[in-house]
């Protein structure tokens, strides 16, 4: 179909021109040559009318094949920005020695200072440390330990403290230090903000994971084979850990790449 139209800044002789394609006739409209009152015809019609009469002044022009890629693009980024992707159980386990090693400075700190106040004797600390490493195996150094003086008052703070740190950080940010580092994070199974219940609900599990440790930590290794990655602490108290969602390209960026 061939189209033309009458060009008003000519005054002087044939005003009319074409043939052009739909295509040409619109990037006039983008152009500012062919306005909503200019008289328009293409083959097949029988008078001229105006550009804003025709059904084609309204239709969205088919897209490019530069333009059909960069909305291929921006939906597949959507789509995987979008996408939940489970935390499995080596970056979950990486999250959570980062964790211990923090909690672990802590608890050093704690003991320094409780030394320097007289409360704890950190040489004798030291020695059933040595005595663990030794023998991890044995009983008899819980009770030694807390036989020493300060050390009871020691090991409430200090699980008062690991209470605080897991609850806090999942209840506020969803994700401890550990976690963040590794652009992983906990929320409800539904995919809602954990809550601050629902953060001390979880920890209380996770003591009930940890007990699993006698059975080969089957309530860790479960996380191995369920679809969502869960740990049993996940399953108790309705959760998942999932990767932070990967942040879309902005449209100037894309348009670089394309």
Not at 110 to 128: P, T, W
Not at 144 to 161: D, H, N, R, Y
Not at 167 to 186: E, M, Q, S
Request: proline share 3%; hydrophobic share 45%; aromatic share 12%.
């Amino acid at each position: 179909m061939k189209w033309f139209y009458i060009d008003t800044s000519i005054t002087d002789g044939d005003r009319r021109q074409g043939p052009f394609s739909i295509d040409e006739i619109r990037n006039f409209v983008n152009e500012g040559k062919i306005k909503e009152e200019t008289l328009v015809w293409h083959s097949g019609e029988t008078n001229w009318k105006a550009w804003k009469d025709y059904p084609e002044a309204t239709e969205a022009p088919e897209p490019t094949e530069e333009e059909l890629l960069k909305q291929t693009i921006e939906t597949l980024l959507q789509s995987r920005m979008t996408r939940k992707r489970f935390a499995g159980f080596f970056v979950r386990a990486n999250a959570f020695i980062i964790d211990n090693i923090i909690l672990s400075l802590t608890g050093a700190l704690f003991l320094y200072v409780m030394s320097l106040a007289g409360l704890i004797d950190i040489n004798a600390v030291s020695e059933i440390v040595n005595q663990y490493i030794e023998n991890p195996s044995s009983t008899e150094l819980v009770s030694k330990a807390l036989e020493l003086p300060g050390m009871s008052a020691f090991f409430t703070i200090w699980s008062f403290v690991q209470a605080a740190y897991f609850i806090v950080f999942h209840a506020i940010w969803g994700a401890t230090p550990g976690k963040r580092l590794f652009h992983i994070h906990v929320e409800m199974a539904g995919g809602e903000k954990l809550t601050w219940a629902f953060s001390m609900f979880r920890f209380i599990a996770s003591i009930v994971t940890q007990a699993t440790i006698i059975f080969y930590g089957l309530g860790y290794l479960i996380v191995l084979i369920d679809p969502q990655k869960r740990a049993l602490h996940d399953y108790i108290a309705r959760t998942r850990v999932v990767h932070d969602p990967i942040e879309q390209k902005n449209s100037k960026e894309i348009n670089k790449e394309v």
